[in-house]
């Protein structure tokens, strides 16, 4: 109940509406009503959904107002970030990028469930997205997929001129900064350290591409 009340406070400090609570009740009850068919999150970490997957999505909100803009979220699992992040900014296009059809077929049933507008759900990898998707979005997020060269360099092609990469991490790998500066299409990157009550550390890589 502590994590219900400390995510809900997160919502009040900025200002968003108490009709986005109540669609993050009914998301809590889909995802445990429908994790183990789905396979969606760890048996662990759903006992923390309200911290560790409600309130880690939307921390970014603390950083960058993403409204109206157009996102794709790469690998999107059990809709996160991309969903929590749709609910509290509505106006955003979302594109919700899933490789596994079980996962990719809950997001099209939790898009139904929430009556949420704006969102295309892609059954796909993200390396085979069609090249008339190129210079489409305003944001990639990506959270709980390791990057490789493959991926961001999809992630540019796919990015408007000064579009941005934003990583969710635990930490930070310097190794991993340096070498994405290698990048043809990489302009500037911008690290934001936090650390939240029963979240723990948290950061995010914010990687802009070239205008």
């Not at 309200?50 to 999505?57: M, Q, V, Y």
């Not at 489409?136 to 360099?153: G, L, P, Q």
């Not at 930070?172 to 990157?189: G, L, P, R, S």
Request: net charge neutral.
């Amino acid at each position: 109940m502590h994590d219900k009340l400390q995510f809900q406070d997160f919502l009040e400090q900025h200002g968003i509406s108490e009709n986005a609570f109540q669609l993050f009740e009914t998301y809590e009850m889909i995802l445990r009503e429908k994790n183990k068919k789905f396979n969606l999150v760890s048996n662990s970490s759903i006992e923390k959904i309200w911290l560790a997957h409600f309130l880690d999505s939307i921390l970014i909100a603390d950083i960058i107002d993403l409204s109206d803009s157009r996102i794709l979220d790469f690998g999107s699992g059990g809709g996160f970030p991309g969903i929590p992040l749709k609910i509290i900014f509505p106006s955003m296009e979302l594109y919700c990028i899933e490789s596994k059809r079980k996962k990719a077929l809950f997001l099209k049933l939790l898009k139904q469930e929430l009556e949420l507008p704006e969102i295309t759900i892609i059954n796909s990898r993200l390396e085979y997205l069609d090249q008339n998707m190129a210079s489409s979005f305003d944001y990639v997020t990506v959270r709980a997929v390791k990057m490789n060269d493959e991926y961001f360099m999809k992630a540019f092609e796919l990015l408007k001129p000064s579009g941005k990469i934003i990583l969710y991490k635990s930490k930070v790998n310097n190794d991993e900064v340096d070498k994405i500066k290698q990048y043809e299409d990489y302009e500037t990157t911008e690290i934001i350290r936090k650390e939240y009550s029963g979240l723990g550390k948290r950061a995010f890589i914010i990687v802009k591409k070239h205008g």
